[in-house]
């Protein structure tokens, strides 16, 4: 058994210096290989692998914070145009309140200046009534008196006579009579 | 980005008409370097004039006691690419970026994203380094292996069907099984480390040989007995990965460029047109191997790091 297995083991043995052999494969170049391997893993794990992730992972972080901030910021305007809708609304209803009182404050006033005008307006007519009438009145007295006159003056004309003051005044009186009558 | 495109269209431009510009291996046998290659060309010679890629990358050069092959140039000239545009890319880096910093960046969170979504983000938080370097290095070892004039321009000899390169003067990484199985082996080491981490050494005995499910009396034992024997098997699976992951990527992109020049020797007056097609399958090769490479190894860690329902209570 022993034997048989120290025979495979002989016999594996040949033919991988023989592949070894066959394909080149020997210490120095495998040694000189690896190292240069070693040194290209080293080098590009220095040189490129390590700083490229380090700014690929801060650039994620940028991101990151990026949107965080931008949905801060997205949170805070939705804030201040709820406020400023608020105050909007606010403002609209101050205004429409406002606007009711100054509509009634106006409406008032112009009541009460429509009183004042119609009761001025009156004041006004009655006076000019009363002036008109009183201008009437003395017109009238002025006619009467210078129809007297002239009638005085007429039968004086006609009739060639003088007549006296006491017929003058009764002829004037009994024309005012008449005219009046 | 421009970089890269240019850098692509110079070695492009560089490398077409010197496809064929190949340089006798007799002219330099003078020097250490043509020793090295006028060897291999010996060697290939003596197999009965091969075509095509040998199995092996020949040694260009020496740097003291270490052999330098071709497929380690361009190991090499990848790496320094790699890094070169890795430090560009980060070097003064902006909140917006732009140009290679763009490039970069959208491949590193691709990747990342893709990862945490296969092993979760605990598990890509501590891995990711090593995969997304798997991922890069062999896409672009890959990709750079296409380059007109990688595999064709090197030292070779005459023969009956013309100028034969045996030597290239570049050769994929991803062509030489010394560097996929670096690869895999490095996975090993850190999924051992990685499953230790997560399950203890006992959780990581138990996960591998541990009975599941919910059994009594008999049966438990004989679960107990199945799991052991299941375990052993397992155990050899484990063993191998590192051999099924290189020699995966190593066959797929070894046979890729052998299809190629292939293709290019299929017709001679055609040469330039009848390999077009399958440059796009290359490429294509080349991104899935990586992905699969990279899948493979990354779903492996999953695994072993994944904590059964029933065990929860005996790992914590």
């Known amino acids: 058994m022993l034997a048989a297995g120290g025979g495979i083991i002989s016999d594996l043995s040949d033919t991988a210096r023989e592949t070894a052999l066959t394909f ?61 809708q608020e105050i909007l609304n606010k403002t609209g209803t101050e205004a ?60 004086v004309t006609v009739t060639g006579k003088v007549l006296t003051p006491e017929d003058q005044k009764r002829l004037a009186e009994e024309t005012t009579r008449q005219i009046s009558a | 980005m421009r970089t890269v495109i240019s850098l692509a269209l110079l070695f492009s431009l560089l490398g077409m008409p010197l496809c064929r510009a190949v340089l006798p291996a007799d002219a330099e046998s003078d020097g250490a370097l043509g ?13 009965g004039g091969h075509h095509g890629l040998p199995p092996a990358a020949p040694d260009l050069f ?27 890319s980060t070097r003064r880096m902006q909140a917006v970026p732009s140009g290679i910093q763009n490039f970069f960046e ?17 598990l890509a938080k501590k891995t990711f380094w090593f995969f997304a370097t798997v991922f890069i290095f062999i896409l672009f070892s890959n990709w750079f ?31 030489d099984l010394n560097m996929t199985f670096g690869m895999a082996s490095i996975f090993f080491v850190l999924w ?31 679960m107990i007995f199945i799991f052991m024997v299941v375990g052993v098997l397992e155990l050899v699976s484990i063993l191998f990965r590192p051999v099924s992951l290189s020699f995966r990527l190593y066959g797929n992109i070894f046979a890729g460029e052998n299809m190629l020049e292939s293709m290019a020797l299929l017709v001679p007056w055609l040469g330039w047109l009848i390999p077009i097609p399958f440059y796009f399958l290359e490429v294509l090769v080349g991104l899935v191997q990586a992905l699969v490479f990279m899948l493979l190894t990354a779903v492996f860690t999953l695994l072993i790091c994944t904590h059964e329902e029933g065990h929860e209570g005996a790992h914590h």
């Open chain 2, 62 to 88: 020496h740097i003291g006691p270490l052999p330098v092959s071709n497929s380690m140039v361009v190991t090499w000239a990848v790496a320094v690419g790699l890094i070169v545009m890795a430090q560009r």
């Open chain 2, 35 to 47: 020793a090295t290659v006028a060897e291999s060309h010996d060697t290939v010679a003596e197999e």
């Open chain 1, 96 to 155: 429409a309140r406002l606007l009711d009182e100054a509509r009634a404050i106006a409406d008032k006033l112009r009541e009460q200046e429509s009183q004042k005008a119609i009761a001025s307006a009156e004041q006004i007519i009655a006076k000019a009534r009363e002036a008109a009438q009183q201008d009437h009145g003395r017109m009238l007295a002025e006619l009467k008196k210078e129809i007297g006159r002239l009638v005085v003056q007429t039968t």
């Open chain 1, 24 to 84: 080149g494969l020997n210490w120095p170049h495998f040694l000189s290989q690896v190292i240069s391997f070693c040194i290209v893993a080293f080098l590009l794990y220095l040189w490129a692998y390590k700083p490229i992730l380090k700014l690929l992972e801060q650039r994620r972080q940028q991101i990151a914070e990026g949107l965080e901030n931008a949905e801060k910021i997205k949170k805070e305007l939705q804030a201040t145009e709820a406020a400023r």
């Open chain 2, 145 to 175: 292996g296409l380059i007109p004039g990688v595999g064709t321009i090197g030292w070779g000899h005459d023969t009956e069907h013309g100028f034969q390169v045996v030597s290239p003067l570049l050769r994929g990484a991803n062509a």
């Open chain 2, 192 to 222: 051992l480390v990685w499953a230790i981490q997560a399950n203890g050494v006992k959780g990581f005995v138990l996960h591998i040989f541990g009975p599941k499910g919910d059994t009594t009396g008999f049966m438990k034992i004989m």
């Open chain 2, 106 to 122: 959208w491949m590193v969170e691709s990747l990342y994203g893709f990862l945490d979504g296969v092993v979760g983000p605990e």
